[in-house]
């Protein structure tokens, strides 16, 4: 499978780093603004490299184009590249609203070409441990959800776009994570309260953490917080229900049946053979599989674009919680001209 990379840094550079160690993908071209990137690129790897996605679409033979370019560029590339014949997978968010990224979802099915999200952390293997333990009814009716995600995580670690972002901790993670919750639990989000702010000690201009009330269906409740002004990283996910409690700290998962004091690790699924288990390249074995898979057999992606806007949804009604100070609905953002639009089963 040959790539075009879009977006070579930061993230970016995280693929290119993992595809040049696949024997079964190549990076066919880069596209990036900065020049001194791009001439180190093609020195290391011998690739074509661009300035212009434009000229890199026209001139390149290749299967996918792999969008790590900033946030508020995502839907502008990713729509280039379907017009333009190729597949796509754009890391997360989609595009920077729900209208926006529906319009994509347009676009692919138009083009007859995949669309999909690098959503990495479902992927993750305490995740999909999580998710085969759920669904195993181990736990039984939920009670309680709480999620924190704390991190050490200065704007200079970050690219020079999210500093000034207006919601930066949102755009860039809390949209992981709602993803995540989507995957765990299986269910559809209902409504979302959110508060933004800028803690002390922050280098960032503004909002640089959030705390979130999730609904969703079957009376599914979720405390959700996470802040990039901490003293290190730190996330923790505990779900309690009628036979225990089961918590994850994103590597390993434990299991505390009711009555019982103390908690035990529970046993992790298999991963994909040369899967990673930690970030950066965590998941990306899984991600390209599923691109491969949807590329040369048509097959459905698990994070498909379609998939991905009841994602966007939940970012969307949070970040218009954040505004109004109520929780927001996701049928108020989610609207049933929008659902018809994406094509919905049962939507018209």
């Given amino acids: 499978m040959k790539l075009i990379h879009v977006g070579i840094g930061g993230r970016g550079r995280h693929w290119l780093e993992f595809v040049a160690g696949r024997p079964d993908v190549q990076t066919a071209a880069c596209v990036d603004v900065d020049q001194a990137a791009l001439d180190a690129t093609r020195a290391r790897l011998g690739c074509k490299v661009f300035s212009s996605l434009d000229a890199a679409l026209a001139e390149t033979v290749a299967d996918a184009v792999l969008i790590a370019s900033p946030s508020g560029m995502h839907a502008a590339h990713a729509r280039e590249a379907l017009r333009a014949g190729f597949a796509v997978m754009v890391e997360k968010p989609l595009a920077g609203s729900l ?114 009330l999730i609904d969703m269906s079957d009376d599914l409740h979720i405390q959700y917080s996470g ?69 040369g057999r048509g097959a459905a992606p698990e994070t498909s674009g379609e998939d991905n806007l009841w994602t966007l949804a939940m970012f969307e009604a949070a970040v218009r919680s954040a505004l109004c100070g109520r929780y927001v609905p996701i049928d108020q953002v989610f609207t049933r001209d929008l659902m018809a639009r994406a094509g919905i089963p049962g939507v018209g």
């Fill in 99 to 212: 209208d926006e990224a529906v319009t994509l979802v347009g676009e692919a099915r138009r083009a007859g070409r995949p669309l999909m999200v690098a959503e990495n952390y479902r992927f993750f293997r305490a995740e999909r441990t999580l998710r085969r333990f759920l669904d195993a009814g181990n736990l039984g009716r939920i009670d309680s959800v709480t999620c924190i995600d704390r991190r050490d995580q200065p704007s200079a670690m970050q690219g020079a776009w999210v500093r000034g972002m207006t919601q930066p901790f949102l755009t860039e993670i809390a949209v992981h994570h709602f993803d995540s919750f989507r995957y765990l639990f299986n269910r559809r989000p209902l409504a979302v309260w959110a508060r933004t702010f800028n803690p002390e000690g922050s280098d960032y201009e503004r909002n640089a953490a959030a705390e979130t």
């Fill in 227 to 295: 802040s990039f002004v901490g003293s290190r990283y730190e996330y923790a996910l505990e779900v309690a229900g009628e036979h225990g409690a089961v918590r994850t700290n994103r590597s390993k998962v434990w299991w505390r049946p009711r009555g019982q004091r103390g908690f035990k690790e529970v046993e992790p699924v298999p991963l994909p053979e040369g899967e990673a288990v930690r970030y950066p390249h965590a998941g990306m074995v899984s991600m390209l599989n599923q691109l491969r898979d949807a590329v």
